[in-house]
């Protein structure tokens, strides 16, 4: 083993560090001195989002310890940002450890004469952006992992307008969490009086909140009894969900029993993120056993959402972020239109990795389209920019997240659940499913096709590789994939643009992220994006074509099938 890495194991086994953690450090020595290892190869790092990674001892796990001492970087930095004086709300969801993380750092918070707004109990992560700007906090914290396997937990660090930290505060933070350099260094406890807990009186204004983004209640009237499933895949949804559908005026609400409990072992899944079918198995085999209008689901932090309709045939089908994106922003649009409530200046915000079908929507209604970064955050630096210009109304990503209207600044489950609700009964008033309706969608703007795939590079070198993979594509770009000439070639890290034939070049103006694309002569698009919290990297791909009717949907839903799979054999994915 290293002899750094020995050191900072000899470190914890001799410092302020609990019994309970010295003895878990020395079982690891005897029984898995590899896990051990990994464990404390380097230290857990605080990224532009915050924490994230597998719970247990060591520098390179979410702990007691770990969550303090970046805690502590944190309220540093807020104390010289806002000197008059600091407060800051957290929340937290249903894993495991959760409760302890989020009181480890309401105390140190305290400690640092920081006031302190704790939720009693377990809230959606929407909620706490929300209570951010409600109560008029500088910052905020929740601790979650969101949709990653229950091993892992994390640590979402938030600004004064409820979004996450983004550019220079989120730099400025990351070198005040590294100063931090012992547990020494952390103001552990001393200022519980700081520390006012918080609950229904925030439930109730943010669910009021989310009511005020209905914009057809006379039709939820007609429609009282759509018969929605819903489950909250052991999470925090179950929280708020249930109840925010019946103030909108639903009354034939189906919870998914199996998973309505809250649980940080996610005893149904092995994996609680609702975009995987395996996730929302229980909620498909509930809506088809009550032959329901609509399924829902949410994450265990009820911030990202999947939902599922009866496709033409009548078999249960789970829609993908991007159409259940394209039919938010398409609902909201046209009916803004037709209320008569739609602004000259309204806009709509969506990311670089998201389907283009967006744009050509937003064209066709007359509606600004601007393209960020992946990350909600973004979108709520773009509201920022646009402010008192431009009239935001709804922002979203192709990772099954939606954020509607400006009260909150980042993704949120419950109010986009919600509203897909009320979009199934407004189709259901004309007659045909929100299926349908994305296949008019098609035949109207385009048939627009996407497909991810994600690749893990797990162990200590697979960073590298990732890496090593990018920089491969950065400085040997293709010229054509699959017979298409490569049109653009678009590096978000150096911030240019280039046409390949032509040699025309320009600049992107968006923060550096190490992302490139591929836009081919075809209208193809290709994203190669490593992840910034694990050892992944994912690619996207978007395909179209012209849909001259429903008819046709299937022969070109093939075709399109075919092109994606002919694109990633010839990138040799």
């Not at 939720?119 to 979650?144: D, M, N, W």
């Not at 007609?222 to 018969?227: A, G, S, W």
Request: charged share 25%; net charge negative; glycine share 8%.
């Amino acid at each position: 083993m290293d002899a750094s890495i020995q050191e900072k194991i000899k470190v914890w086994l001799n410092g302020n560090f609990d019994a309970a953690t010295k003895a878990e450090i020395s079982n690891l020595q005897n029984e898995n001195p590899l896990e051990l290892e990994d464990a404390f190869y380097k230290n857990l790092e605080f990224g532009t989002g915050g924490l994230r990674g597998l719970m247990g001892v060591g520098t390179n796990r979410m702990n007691k310890y770990t969550v303090g001492m970046a805690t502590q970087g944190y309220a540093n930095y807020l104390k010289q940002c806002f000197p008059g004086g600091v407060s800051v709300a957290i929340a937290h969801d249903s894993r495991n450890n959760s409760r302890f993380f989020a009181e480890t750092t309401a105390n140190v918070f305290a400690a640092n004469g920081i006031k302190v707004y704790l939720f009693e109990a377990l809230r959606p992560t929407p909620e706490l952006s929300y209570a951010i700007r409600h109560l008029k906090c500088q910052g905020g914290v929740v601790c979650t992992a969101s949709h990653n396997p229950k091993e892992y937990n994390g640590y979402k660090a938030y600004w004064d307008d409820g979004s996450q930290l983004v550019p220079p505060h989120d730099k400025n933070v990351i070198k005040e969490v590294d100063k931090i350099l012992s547990v020494d260094d952390v103001k552990w406890n001393g200022g519980e009086a700081n520390i006012t807990l918080i609950g229904k009186e925030l439930d109730d204004v943010y669910i009021d909140m989310v009511k005020s983004l209905s914009v057809y209640p006379e039709v939820i009237a007609k429609h009282q009894d759509l018969k929605i499933v819903y489950t909250p895949i052991h999470g925090t949804g179950i929280t708020l969900l249930p109840e925010v559908l019946r103030r909108f005026g639903f009354n034939n609400i189906h919870i998914v029993e199996e998973q309505s409990v809250p649980d940080g072992n996610f005893p149904t899944v092995d994996y609680p993120n609702p975009e995987e079918s395996e996730a929302m198995s229980y909620g498909l085999r509930l809506a088809e056993k009550l032959d329901a209008d609509i399924l829902s689901g949410t994450d265990p932090d009820a911030d990202r959402i999947a939902i599922g309709v009866k496709n033409s045939e009548g078999k249960w089908v789970l829609m993908n972020g991007n159409q259940t994106a394209v039919l938010a922003f398409n609902y909201l649009m046209e009916a803004r239109r037709a209320k008569g409530i739609a602004q000259p200046n309204d806009m709509v915000i969506t990311t670089i990795v998201t389907t283009p079908m967006i744009d050509a929507i937003a064209k066709g209604n007359g509606v600004n389209c601007y393209r960020v970064l992946t990350g909600f955050k973004w979108i709520a630096e773009m509201i920022r920019k646009k402010e008192g210009q431009e009239n935001y109304i709804i922002g979203g990503e192709e990772s099954f997240g939606l954020m509607i209207g400006d009260k909150i600044r980042d993704k949120d489950g419950i109010s986009a659940v919600a509203l897909l609700c009320e979009m199934a009964a407004y189709e259901k008033e004309k007659g045909r499913s929100l299926y349908e309706k994305m296949i008019d969608l098609y035949v109207q703007y385009g048939f627009y096709k996407e497909h991810l795939i994600s690749i893990t590079k797990k162990g200590m070198d697979g960073q590298q590789q990732i890496a090593a993979m990018m920089e491969s594509y950065r400085n040997n770009p293709p010229q054509t994939i699959n017979g298409s000439p490569v049109v653009q070639l678009l590096d978000y890290e150096l911030q240019k643009g280039k046409n390949p034939s032509t040699g025309e070049a320009w600049t992107i103006d968006l923060p550096k992220s190490n992302v490139l694309q591929f836009i081919l002569a075809d209208g193809t698009s290709i994203s190669a994006r490593p992840s910034g919290t694990e050892p992944k990297i994912k690619f996207y791909f978007s395909v179209n074509t012209t849909l001259a009717s429903g008819a046709d949907f299937d022969t070109k839903n093939k075709e399109l099938d075919e092109k994606i799979k002919a694109v990633i054999a010839d990138m040799n994915l």
